[in-house]
């Protein structure tokens, strides 16, 4: 790390400072430290503005010579290596747009890898910082009607001219200056003022290279304001152009009979306003060597200007349809995504602390800054107040989480108790009770509290963050089928476009070619498999779900035999206290606590059993422990003692009574306690707890028409018995098998079925990776994740049978999109080919209307309740948009408040 860098140490703030005289000591003693603490925190702040206000004057007072511009060419950055960033992009509706836009970013210099996707409208680019630029990919990106869809920051204090003389450049170097800051994506000069857009949720070398980069070109450490934007937008300025348009429309249809020198002039400009975002994106296309559904459209609109005097309403339709339709099937597209996103975005941005932490090191001058400036707003440093930006808090902090807030850390909790929702991790609907010592995760909502943690994992490094990781990275993985269609569509567009002018030469009628261009585009095909499968992932990870993209959904729809893992998928495998027998003249509270006191150094799991049975009665003392062959023994009150299994208290000589004995099942776990030579308890342990919801799942699992079969290295005898409890046949449940065993059955099984395993141990992984779906159940083994093709972090079966209810949903969809958006494509064609005239208008409104079925079609996976209501807030959302724009045409940007 460069040692040039400015940052803030912020000691223990129980020091001592000298700089305060004592207060009376009439001052009561919770007055003294609450004004002691305001009075350090107004101090360091104060103190913190006054070296800003001092590096900002310091150039003025030393003179222009210790203030050398920096040379555009010579703007070294002082980072190096390949970094990731992600931003949201407006325009992406379609995965041909997303497939030519991750094409053209792979060609600029430094760009590793690209991830456009279209069904969450994101952008993802891993950048070598010394050869690459944010704001390269997103210019390029904007170039083809990607801009990014992010609010805009302005530089207070400072405007462009001034900022330009202070460098020496001009306005458009001042320009170049900033746009190679790391993370800046776009640069604006707006009213005078300079206003950025800055990739989110940056790594802290980034975010550091950023405060540096700003600040030697500011001068200081520049101070950023967001400033609510009342300039359209291209989407928006698209969407406003219509309404001059549909008026020029309405004069060319009503006043037919017109003079073509008055009709031929407005039809273009009605074009020039509808179409100009269409031919924008054409053009981009052709820059980038990449063709699609906008230069189709754009050739036919050209042609159909030629075929007077018809063909002019019919390009005028065409553009204004295509203008309108496109943000519509944006709009339905952000629906759709708002659908997926559910409970997604669910880590809190700030904290409160509990305690002042004893150092915050490495933190960068601007988020210190800016958490000063918060702090000099507020009235007093209490508890209520202390919330912090999560960037403050390290490993080993203590937050403070109160009823109905959501937990911004991974930790332990060290004070209070609470009621926990985990449905985002593990899928249970069910609140659990939660005390001192409990481990929390970042993204759970505590019903009631407060409690205290001590944060063990912050930001990227929690648990529901990996999941939502995961859950974005599958989402945006390809299936095979999509594969297909894209491999198919990177064909077709090409031969639509040479294809149509060959058959409308032969046929003799241009408007033959015109109407094939417009009708031939594939885009609904394109958006047939990934809006429902993102739908779909995005809707399992909310029932505690994680399918690794969508082919994982096609297998588990498919599913014909499911094979289950015994301990740990259907049960705890934790032993739980089945019955205590104890002899004669003993009481079991007394035989309770001698045997926690034997117990109580022991981790076996028996062990953990006996002492949490004991804890309401507590321990006896119990000296000289030792291990045994098969248990455990000592020394009590002059006597031995021993706990353990029978047969080695036998070899020990221990006599045991018949009673003890007698009518014990033989499913069950025993251990005996004896003292001075005599069983004096037997205590019997249940080793199958069924987990809640288990028979459901298998009753669910077979009502769908799956077998049912059950795998386990236990006794065959204990697997029947299971299988009898939870409805699966003897014949169908195989015991004493090995992991060998396992992955030779199920691979087996597999070449006549479609096979589904689930299991949760290291022996299972084997098993997991021959399957046709393999599903690991509860945190697992590192190799059993790696192994399946779905995760379930939670403990409850259940969420087997829902993600396979949502797969089969998914694919009903998905085969739904594929036949309606081929069966529309091949009648329009047909149609056409038949000699058939078709107004190009007509074919341009069927064509979107079969794309703005699918996206809504796939958003109904993610979607309940009723879905004419979705259909409805589409157009609802179009009305507003029109009012909105044509309101921000007269208004002007203005600062939001922080």
């Not at 087996?748 to 096979?755: A, D, E, I, M, N």
Request: aromatic residues 4%.
């Amino acid at each position: 790390m460069d040692e040039s860098e400015d940052f803030i140490l912020v000691e223990d703030e129980d020091e001592p400072s000298t700089s305060m005289e004592p207060l009376p000591e009439a001052i009561p003693e919770s007055q003294k430290v609450a004004f002691s603490e305001r009075f350090s925190w107004l101090t360091k702040g104060i103190l913190g503005q006054f070296d800003a206000i001092k590096d900002r004057l310091k150039p003025r007072m030393e003179g222009p010579e210790d203030t050398a511009a920096p040379d555009i060419e010579d703007f070294s950055l002082e980072i190096d290596g390949v970094f990731t960033f992600e931003w949201p992009i407006k325009g992406m509706d379609c995965p041909d747009c997303a497939a030519k836009a991750k094409r053209a970013t792979q060609r600029l210099p430094g760009v590793k890898s690209v991830n456009i996707s279209a069904t969450m409208g994101t952008a993802t680019v891993s950048i070598d910082m010394g050869s690459g630029h944010t704001s390269k990919v997103s210019s390029l990106l904007s170039s083809l009607g990607h801009e990014p869809d992010l609010p805009w920051q302005r530089i207070q204090g400072v405007t462009a001219t001034g900022l330009a003389e202070a460098n020496e450049v001009n306005r458009t170097e001042l320009r170049q200056l900033l746009s190679q800051v790391p993370a800046i994506l776009n640069v604006r000069f707006e009213d005078g003022s300079v206003e950025l857009q800055i990739a989110p949720d940056l790594e802290q070398k980034i975010s550091i290279e950023l405060d540096g980069g700003l600040k030697r070109i500011v001068g200081t450490i520049p101070s950023l304001h967001e400033v609510q934007n009342h300039r359209l937008d291209s989407s928006q300025w698209r969407l406003v152009s219509t309404i001059p348009a549909l008026a020029i429309l309405g004069i060319i249809i009503v006043m037919d009979n017109l003079s073509e020198n008055i009709v031929f002039p407005l039809t273009l400009l009605g074009v020039a306003l509808s179409g100009w975002r269409m031919f924008f994106d054409a053009w981009g296309g052709l820059k980038n060597k990449e063709l699609g559904f906008q230069l189709l459209t754009s050739l036919a609109v050209i042609g159909a200007l030629f075929m007077e005097p018809r063909g002019y309403a019919e390009a005028l339709m065409v553009s204004i349809l295509v203008a309108i339709s496109s943000h519509m099937e944006e709009s339905a597209l952000k629906k759709a995504r708002d659908a997926m996103q559910g409970g997604l975005d669910r880590l809190p941005r700030r904290a409160r602390r509990a305690s002042e932490p004893k150092k915050i090191t490495g933190i960068s001058v601007a988020t210190v800054s800016t958490t000063i400036r918060q702090v000099l707003a507020q009235e007093s440093p209490s508890a209520e107040d202390k919330m912090v930006p999560i960037e403050l808090i390290e490993v080993g902090d203590r937050v403070e989480v109160r009823s109905g807030e959501v937990i911004p850390v991974d930790g332990i909790v060290v004070d209070g108790t609470g009621s926990l929702n985990r449905a985002p991790l593990t899928g249970e609907s069910i609140p659990v009770r939660i005390s001192k010592g409990e481990n929390v995760h970042a993204g759970l909502v505590l019903d009631w509290g407060p409690i205290v943690i001590e944060a063990t994992a912050i930001g990227a490094a929690t648990r529901l963050s990996g999941l939502i990781d995961e859950v974005r990275t599958f989402r945006d993985r390809p299936p095979r089928v999509q594969a297909t269609v894209e491999s198919f569509s990177r064909w077709w567009v090409p031969i639509v476009l040479v294809g149509a002018p060959l058959i409308g030469l032969m046929a003799g009628d241009i408007r033959m070619t015109l109407m094939l261009w417009v009708v031939a585009c594939p885009c609904a095909l394109l958006l047939a498999a990934p809006v429902p499968h993102a739908a779909a992932l995005s809707t399992a990870s909310l029932s505690g779900v994680v399918a690794r993209g969508g082919d994982a959904l096609e297998a588990a729809a498919r599913i014909d035999l499911a094979l289950l893992d015994k301990t740990g998928t259907l049960t705890s495998g934790h032993p739980s206290l089945d019955e205590i027998r104890i002899t004669k003249g003993q009481t079991r509270d007394e035989i309770l606590r001698l045997a926690a006191g034997l117990e109580q150094r022991s981790n076996h799991p028996y062990a953990a059993v006996i002492l949490r049975e004991a804890e309401s009665v507590g321990s006896e003392d119990v000296t000289s422990l030792k291990d045994g062959d098969a248990g455990v023994e000592g020394i009590h009150k002059g006597k031995k003692v021993m706990f353990g299994r029978k047969d080695w208290l036998i070899r020990e000589g221990v006599e045991i009574s018949d009673d003890l004995l007698r009518n014990l099942p033989a499913a069950r776990g025993l251990s005996m306690l004896a003292r001075d030579g005599q069983a004096i308890a037997a205590f019997t342990f249940i080793h199958d707890d069924l987990r809640p919801g288990a028979a459901e799942m298998i009753h669910d699992l077979q009502s769908m028409g799956i077998a049912v079969e059950l795998l386990s290295g236990d006794a065959q005898s204990a697997v029947e018995a299971l299988g009898k409890e939870v409805g699966i046949p003897p014949m169908q449940c195989r015991g004493e098998i090995d992991p060998e065993g396992k992955a030779m059955w199920v691979e087996r099984r597999s070449q006549g079925r479609r096979t589904l395993m689930a299991g949760d141990g290291f022996n299972d992984a084997a098993a997991l990776a021959v399957a046709d779906l393999g599903i690991a159940v509860g945190s697992g083994e590192q190799v059993n994740l790696d192994a399946a093709d779905v995760l379930v972090p939670g403990e409850d079966p259940r969420a087997i049978t829902t993600l396979i209810r949502i797969a089969k949903r998914t694919r009903s969809i998905v085969q739904f999109n594929i036949l309606i958006s081929v069966a529309i494509t091949a009648l329009l064609v047909t149609y056409i080919l038949a000699g058939r005239d078709l107004n190009l208008a007509v074919g341009v409104a069927i064509h979107e209307l079969s794309a703005f079925i699918v996206i809504l079609n796939g958003a109904f996976v993610a979607v309940s309740g009723n879905r004419f209501a979705l259909v409805w807030s589409v157009f609802q959302s179009l009305f507003n948009d029109y009012r909105e724009s044509l309101m921000m045409l007269i208004s002007k940007s203005s600062p939001v408040e922080a």
